[in-house]
């Protein structure tokens, strides 16, 4: 037995079904060299491809690949050694692996290989990607407003319980938002990982009992295109977005400054002829940078879940009612306050705040001065007082000038009274009629 052909033995319990043990066995081993990338590959396929003739079936593809792997020579040594040691990595996780143009790999991502940079190779673990709805890609910031994460949960629940899959990057903020409200929903969720399987990262996703672990217990799936030890750099954090983009036929874009990466995601959805979606926002907010910058070059608005739905194909849309919410009105009742009290506000830097619940800031009243407030609101009702505010607050009574004059409360160190009450006693003096002096006759 020749080494390479361990390789092969121990890749089939690996390899996902439809995926041939001696193609993914001889690209894994090619990879495993010096200056060598799954994506050197993808360029030498689609040279040859331009020389020739495009692959037409899954079995030309997988040829495709051989022929290039077996161009540089006799795949043996030391890259086997790695090779079965990443293998024995993968099976320790519970890792299926497929190569592009295989059965299990999805149709979706593949559409446009090997011109579009899709992944040669694709690790999951959990629901098989190919065998999900129409994927909705939900992206934002990691230093999401409450704002943000509240628009992303209500987007992403939508698209999960009309059966389409949330595909996000699994990173703080709006990408969590967009997971975590898929769980309980037939639709389920995708997390694109920027690192290898082995890897934790991002280290509160990751650990036992986090995110990651709720995904796939729910039904999701997690998807790298990296060898399992690959640890996460800007590079391949910034490479994974066009994974997200590709395995999704809408990409809405929530939240994100002015260089954020879901603005790469964005521009791979609409390299790959997909509709893009954009969150309008707060135009002094830096968040808003990414969703307004795309909203100048021409990307569709998102002002609720129908405009996502209405793209999505296949989905099953229940009818309003039941205790659902109106999208419009959804969207149109969140406001800067978040959950729990907590207030999303730009700090000193630009960056987001926090204000903790219950915190006393400019313009804040107790509970007690609540109430001292309305008892003397209470106590002061007369005949021709309402209890209304601004313009609202004179009543048709408080227009009879016969009643004495009107009750002010004491003036605070601000200089503006505690309680100016509504003049219950007579009008207003520029609502007091006037005597009428009549002018003396003239010669």
């Keep these: 037995m020749t080494r390479l052909a361990e390789v092969v033995r121990a890749a089939g319990a690996i390899s996902a079904p439809g995926t041939d ?38 079995g030309a593809v997988a040829r495709a690949l051989a022929d290039a792997v077996r161009s540089d020579g006799r795949l043996d ?18 890792v299926r692996v497929t190569l592009v143009g295989d059965a299990a790999y999805p149709p979706v991502l593949m559409q446009g290989w090997p011109e579009l940079d899709a992944p040669v190779l694709l690790a999951w673990r959990g629901e098989p990607p190919a065998a999900v709805g129409p994927g909705v890609a939900i992206v934002g910031a990691r230093n999401a407003t ?43 969720t995708t997390v694109v990982l920027g690192c290898g399987h082995a890897v934790r990262y991002p280290v509160p996703h990751a650990r036992a009992g986090g995110l990651f672990d709720r995904v796939l217990d729910d039904g999701g799936t997690l998807v790298s295109e990296l060898l399992p030890e690959v640890t996460a750099h800007p590079g391949v954090i910034r490479a994974r977005n066009r994974i997200v983009a590709g395995l999704a036929t809408v990409t809405v874009v929530v939240e994100g400054g002015s260089r954020s990466g879901a603005l790469l995601t964005a521009s791979a959805a609409a390299e790959r002829g997909r509709e893009v979606l954009a969150v309008p926002g707060d135009i002094l907010a830096p968040g808003s940078a990414a969703p307004l910058r795309l909203l100048g070059e ?46 999303a506000r730009p700090g000193p ?87 009428v002096t009549p002018s003396p006759p003239t010669g």
Excluded at 45 to 56: A, K
Excluded at 156 to 185: E, K, M, P, Q, Y
Excluded at 359 to 368: K, L, W, Y
């Design 21 to 58: 043990p001696v193609a993914l066995a001889s690209v894994l081993t090619w990879s495993c060299g010096p200056r060598r990338s799954l994506d050197v590959l993808r360029r030498r396929v689609r040279d040859d491809v331009h020389r020739e003739h495009r692959p037409e079936s899954a």
């Design 77 to 94: 040594g030391m890259y086997v050694e790695v090779a079965l040691r990443i293998v024995g990595i993968w099976a320790s996780l519970g």
């Design 146 to 188: 409450a704002y943000g994460t509240s628009v992303a949960e209500l987007l992403a629940s939508a698209v999960a319980r009309a059966g389409g899959r949330v595909v996000s990057g699994g990173a703080v903020g709006i990408d969590a938002a967009a997971h975590a409200a898929t769980f309980g929903l037939p639709g389920g």
């Design 298 to 343: 021409g990307a569709r608005a998102c002002t609720g879940p129908d405009d996502v739905l209405d793209l999505l194909p296949g989905v099953v849309r229940r009818p309003r009612g039941a205790g659902d919410r109106s999208p419009v009105g959804s969207l149109g009742r969140l406001r800067r306050w978040g959950r729990g009290g907590c207030a």
């Design 349 to 435: 830097t630009g960056a987001r705040t926090r204000r903790p619940a219950g915190a006393r800031g400019r313009g804040a009243r107790s509970s007690a001065s609540r109430r001292r407030g309305r008892a003397a609101r209470r106590a002061d009702t007369g005949p021709g007082r309402t209890r209304g505010r601004g313009r609202d607050r004179w009543g048709p009574a408080a227009l009879d000038p016969s009643i004495g004059p009107p009750s002010i409360g004491p003036l605070t160190r601000s200089g503006q009274h505690a309680t100016l009450h509504a003049w219950p006693h007579s009008a207003p003096p520029h609502l007091t009629p006037r005597p």
